[in-house]
């Protein structure tokens, strides 16, 4: 496995935060364009041909996927959230290469193109939407609508593609890219205990996503002094923000979900100033819609505002055929998730899909604590070369 071993030191140090150990690898920023990179020159010198679609994902395939496909897609993504772990995405992208090169170095030739996919912008960190590159490759996003999204400096996304080198004016549905899709397949790390805490082990294969979303809340309030007005003339948002953070604990403990108030911004910002407005951002997940939807109504009633809806995805359910045999094939649990993924972007577009989790031992995820033992990571890379030897034969 020395190829997966170079191809994980390499990417290291890239967008790595020396004082949080964390990584900030953001949607079409200059760090973003050497994980770019990166990957077209791991493709490159395995002979593979590198294709961008409309939306700046990034393809590589072993053969013409015109000619010879549709293909068996694996890959995963490269972008973090704010001091991210490590795993989130690359064990994905990393552990395909991987995987041909032990294929090829066995000798094997698959009957059928294979291809590597490297998603633009999933963890949605600098725009807000997740699963971006995805949903606008399936139609899911609105490609007006993504351009004119705005990170936190005012850039938008049309900006930032523009910037980078990729033109969004062709952002929109790409039907030749879906069309070579045949089968796809996403390894992960798992973001949660079940396979640490389970029957040892080392590989699970996804049932299905949780339904999903994302809410932002608009908090009204009166700039003043905060030394010389009275507690009783002030009008603080700050106020509406506890409100909402208690109300999404405790509504999300009663509806059987879980929901996060995990991004705030306030202005003007100062310590000595009552603020004049804070935007919150209110995630919420969980087996069923309506538990979800009455989790976001008693925040919404908390804060006093219409909680405003960013995205939402439904319940997705990966291919169940595809996910029996990979279980078989494995001898792999099968087990649910609560993080969203573009291969349930995929799958939702009515593409073949199946996931496959590698085991995280502490469960923790989107931090720089995020981890996987490297005989696991390697069992990951096993196990996806023996789904090639299975679907691409």
């Known amino acids: 496995m020395s190829s997966f071993d170079g191809m994980w030191a390499d990417l290291a140090p890239v967008g790595r935060d020396g004082g949080t150990g964390g990584y900030r690898r953001y949607a079409w920023t200059p760090t973003d364009g050497v994980l770019r990179e990166w990957f077209t020159g791991e493709a490159r010198q395995r002979g593979l041909d590198v294709v961008p679609d409309r939306a700046g994902n990034l393809w590589a395939w072993t053969a013409d996927p015109d000619a010879g496909g549709p293909g068996l897609v694996l890959g995963s993504h490269l972008d973090s959230v704010p001091d991210g772990g490590a795993f989130d995405g690359p064990l994905g992208v990393v552990s395909a290469f991987a995987a041909l090169d032990l294929l090829r170095a066995r000798g094997f030739v698959p009957r059928r193109p294979v291809g590597i996919a490297c998603f633009a912008d999933e963890e949605g960190a600098r725009f807000g939407i997740a699963c971006a590159g995805s949903r606008l490759l399936t139609g899911a996003l609105d490609p007006d609508r993504?351009?004119?999204?705005?990170?936190?400096?005012?850039?938008?996304?049309?900006?930032?593609?523009?910037?980078?080198?990729?033109?969004?004016?062709?952002?929109?549905?790409?039907e030749d890219t879906l069309r070579r899709i045949g089968t796809f397949l996403e390894l992960h790390v798992e973001q949660g205990r079940a396979l640490a805490d389970g029957d040892g082990a080392a590989v699970g294969v996804a049932s299905s996503i949780w339904p999903h979303g994302r809410w932002r809340l608009d908090l009204r309030g009166r700039a003043d002094h905060a030394g010389t007005t009275r507690l009783a003339d002030r009008d603080d948002p700050m106020l509406a923000l506890a409100a909402t953070v208690l109300a999404a604990r405790s509504a999300a403990e009663r509806h059987g979900t879980v929901a996060t108030v995990g991004k705030v911004r306030?202005?003007?910002?100062?310590?000595?100033?009552?603020?004049?407005?804070?935007?919150?951002?209110?995630?919420?997940?969980?087996?069923?819609?309506?538990?979800?939807?009455?989790?976001?109504?008693?925040?919404?009633?908390?804060?006093?505002?219409?909680?405003?809806?960013?995205?939402?995805?439904?319940?997705?359910?990966?291919?169940?055929?595809?996910?029996?045999?990979?279980?078989?094939?494995?001898?792999?649990?099968?087990?649910?998730?609560?993080?969203?993924?573009?291969?349930?972007?995929?799958?939702?577009?009515?593409?073949p899909t199946a996931m496959l989790f590698v085991r995280n031992p502490t469960g923790v995820s989107h931090s720089p604590a995020e981890h996987a033992e490297l005989d696991d990571c390697r069992a990951g890379v096993a196990a996806l070369a023996g789904v090639i030897e299975e679907l691409a034969c």
């Open 266 to 351: 306030v202005r003007p910002n100062g310590v000595n100033a009552i603020p004049s407005s804070v935007t919150a951002w209110l995630d919420a997940r969980g087996p069923l819609d309506e538990a979800i939807r009455a989790v976001v109504a008693e925040v919404g009633e908390a804060a006093g505002t219409e909680p405003v809806e960013e995205s939402w995805t439904p319940a997705t359910a990966f291919d169940a055929g595809l996910r029996d045999r990979l279980s078989e094939l494995l001898a792999a649990p099968v087990l649910a998730t609560g993080a969203g993924h573009d291969a349930g972007i995929l799958a939702s577009a009515g593409i």
């Open 146 to 174: 993504a351009r004119s999204l705005t990170d936190d400096d005012g850039t938008t996304m049309a900006e930032a593609m523009a910037a980078a080198g990729h033109d969004p004016a062709g952002l929109g549905r790409d």
